[in-house]
């Protein structure tokens, strides 16, 4: 198993918009292709963030997922929506030590 972090840096109160596009329209149809482990925002630190985590069993399969989901036509009509409200965006690949409880 492994899991996709995603990050993404909003611009200045773009918070609640992001997690309420998410919650409607995004996350039902990226959930259609990926498995989402967790979602959260912060609230202390560095503010404007919302972060989650996928998880996928190998990285051909992550790869598989990802290109389904760029295909998708629902999902490609809510980009420019996304990119709105994003400053930046980190992604990272996640591979659990052998005593993580997330395997």
Known sequence: ????LRT?????????????LFDKEVGPIMS???????YWYTEIGELNQVVHLW???DLTQRAEQREKLA???DLV???????AMQVHL???ILVPAS???LK
């Not at 993404?8 to 309420?20: D, H, I, R, S």
């Open 1 to 4: 198993m492994i899991y996709e």
């Open 55 to 57: 998880a996928s069993e």
């Open 71 to 73: 295909r998708d036509p």
């Open 32 to 38: 259609k292709y990926q498995n989402l482990v967790g």
């Open 8 to 20: 993404y840096t909003l611009k200045p109160g773009a918070v609640p918009e992001f997690l309420e």
């Open 99 to 101: 005593f993580s409880p």
């Open 77 to 83: 009509k809510l980009l420019p929506k996304i990119s």
């Open 90 to 92: 980190e992604n990272k």
